[in-house]
T-cell receptor, first 119, second 113 residues
Framework: DGGITQSPKYLFRKEGQNVTLSCEQN?????MYWYRQDPGQGLRLIYY???????QKGDIAEGYSVSREKKESFPLTVTSAQKNPTAFYLC??????????????????FGSGTQLSVL | GENVEQHPSTLSVQEGDSAVIKCTYS??????FPWYKQELGKRPQLIID?????GEKKDQRIAVTLNKTAKHFSLHITETQPEDSAVYFC????????????FGKGTKLSVKP
């Protein structure tokens, strides 16, 4: 099943602990994104990366960190500074928004998500 | 900042009836408007999208309309079936420095058999 793979499916965090969520894609997409989903809140952007070794904060970046050392991978670390981490985390990818490829540029493909809970 | 408002938050219809979900956006430069369907505990799946140079697009029982002047777009599902039950998200793409999608808060659609 090609596409975007997130792991683990379920994750539990102890207080004061950092945890890392994995996201890998084999779609040759340039851009990758992390969203947080809370009930009734829709999808909120945490971080995004349009190219390797570069990433930008989204709307709710506080308490999170990312890296983009490889095109295929965009791991998200939920740090101890994130006081309310319980949520469903979705990784997504698409072609770089700068490309002029009509009908394919912005189409966003999602991973299957990671449910993070606090012990 | 940029914003997408989606209504209603919940929608219940009888099987066979039509369902309409509406979204408004704030950035007049937005040029791409996708709709995603998310079943419980699963990933959002793109079901239809429309670009700003088109007013309407249809794919079998699903259609999307766009009114650029009023900055709103709508999802229409005809002949609803129980398997249409899910949360639907609209989104608007804006070409600012982020170049990504702003999502509405979602509509939980329930289709009663």
């Amino acid at each position: 099943d090609g596409g975007i793979t997130q792991s683990p499916k379920y994750l539990f965090r102890k207080e004061g602990q950092n945890v890392t969520l994995s996201c890998e894609q084999n779609l040759n997409h340039d851009a990758m994104y992390w969203y947080r989903q809370d009930p009734g809140q829709g999808l909120r952007l945490i971080y995004y990366s349009q190219i390797v070794n570069d990433f930008q904060k989204g709307d709710i970046a506080e308490g999170y960190s990312v890296s983009r050392e490889k095109k295929e991978s965009f791991p998200l670390t939920v740090t101890s500074a994130q006081k309310n981490p319980t949520a469903f985390y979705l990784c997504a990818s698409n072609y770089n928004g700068e490309r002029q490829v009509e009908a394919t540029n912005e189409k966003l493909f999602f991973g299957s998500g990671t449910q993070l809970s606090v012990l | 900042g940029e914003n997408v408002e989606q209504h209603p938050s919940t929608l219940s219809v009888q099987e066979g009836d039509s369902a309409v979900i509406k979204c408004t956006y704030s950035d007049s430069a937005s040029n791409y408007f996708p709709w995603y369907k998310q079943e419980l505990g699963k990933r959002p799946q793109l079901i239809i999208d429309i670009r700003s140079n088109v007013g309407e697009k249809k794919d079998q029982r699903i259609a999307v309309t766009l009114n650029k002047t009023a900055k709103h777009f709508s999802l229409h599902i005809t002949e609803t079936q129980p398997e249409d039950s899910a949360v639907y998200f609209c989104a608007a793409h804006y070409g600012g420095s982020q170049g990504n999608l702003i999502f509405g808060k979602g509509t939980k659609l329930s289709v009663k058999p």
